[in-house]
């Protein structure tokens, strides 16, 4: 089978240049374009950075597509909208890592599936999705009785809260409990806040120094409590699982997918 021609979007920022670094390393994916938003000054330079690719960082979405079976796209809410749009148009594969999408920003992303494949993800990495899994099974078992409270932190730039993990972690919760994660969140508690409410799936955020990324779920009971965590040592862990993504897309009919199905996981 040839080699899965890839645009990676947003190839200046963290996840970008991750990308850029390992595809020369992964199996079956050559990358053909690198985009960056106009004006970025990245543009011209060289995508591989350190360790040249011969792939120069450019604006022209056009001819970037005219030569992809997929895209990868760690930028930001607007431009994976744009993008994804952009992609469907052309019957453009789309991995979207985005994280900070607003309800507007899902619909559209969903809208665009129609058209073609699209996998979106608050967090590529296979731990954090078999976490998801066996997050929703908790929550399944013990009920709303359990409080459920998902602790994050990550480094101190980072501009989004709560994080796109910890969203798909209390979506799990919610599935679990088969209610609505909007109408079941409490976010930033502070003040007199009263007594917790039943059923509630609380949030709390914390950012410093250069974390990549720690997630806690925990179940508290009367008597006892249940927590579950991951932690992420290097970006590569997302890099390599939206790569895994990108492969995972060909030949699938248009759609809006998970890692979840992605990884064989969905209706585990």
Not at 122 to 151: C, F
Not at 164 to 187: F, Q
Request: glycine share 14%; charged share 20%.
């Amino acid at each position: 089978m040839n080699e899965l021609r890839l645009v990676v979007v947003g190839a200046a920022g963290r996840m970008g240049r991750m990308l850029t670094q390992i595809i020369p390393d992964t199996l079956g994916v050559r990358l053909t374009a690198a985009l960056e938003r106009p004006g970025a000054p990245a543009l011209g330079a060289d995508s591989g950075g350190a360790t040249p690719n011969g792939v120069p960082i450019t604006s022209d979405i056009g001819a970037a597509l005219a030569d992809a079976d997929a895209i990868v796209d760690f930028s930001s809410p607007s431009s994976s909208v744009d993008m994804a749009k952009a992609a469907a148009d052309a019957k453009v594969a789309v991995v979207i890592g985005t994280t900070g999408l607003s309800p507007e920003d899902l619909a559209a992303i969903a809208a665009c599936a129609e058209k073609t494949t699209i996998v979106r993800s608050g967090n590529m990495s296979l731990g954090v999705n078999l976490l998801a899994v066996l997050v929703e099974r908790a929550a399944r078992a013990l009920g709303p009785a359990w409080d459920a409270e998902i602790v994050e932190m990550h480094h101190r730039l980072k501009v989004d809260a709560p994080s796109g993990t910890a969203l798909l972690l209390g979506e799990a919760v919610a599935r679990g409990r088969g209610v609505e994660l909007a109408e079941n969140c409490a976010r930033g508690r502070d003040g007199l806040t009263g007594p917790r409410r039943t059923g509630e799936i609380g949030f709390a955020s914390l950012r410093g120094g250069t974390v990549v990324g720690d997630h806690t779920v925990i179940f508290a009971g009367s008597g006892e409590r249940i927590e579950f965590s991951h932690r992420a040592e290097d970006r590569g862990v997302f890099a390599r699982g939206a790569l895994a993504a990108a492969l995972w897309t060909r030949g699938k009919t248009p759609g809006l997918y998970s890692m979840a199905d992605v990884l064989g996981l969905s209706g585990a």
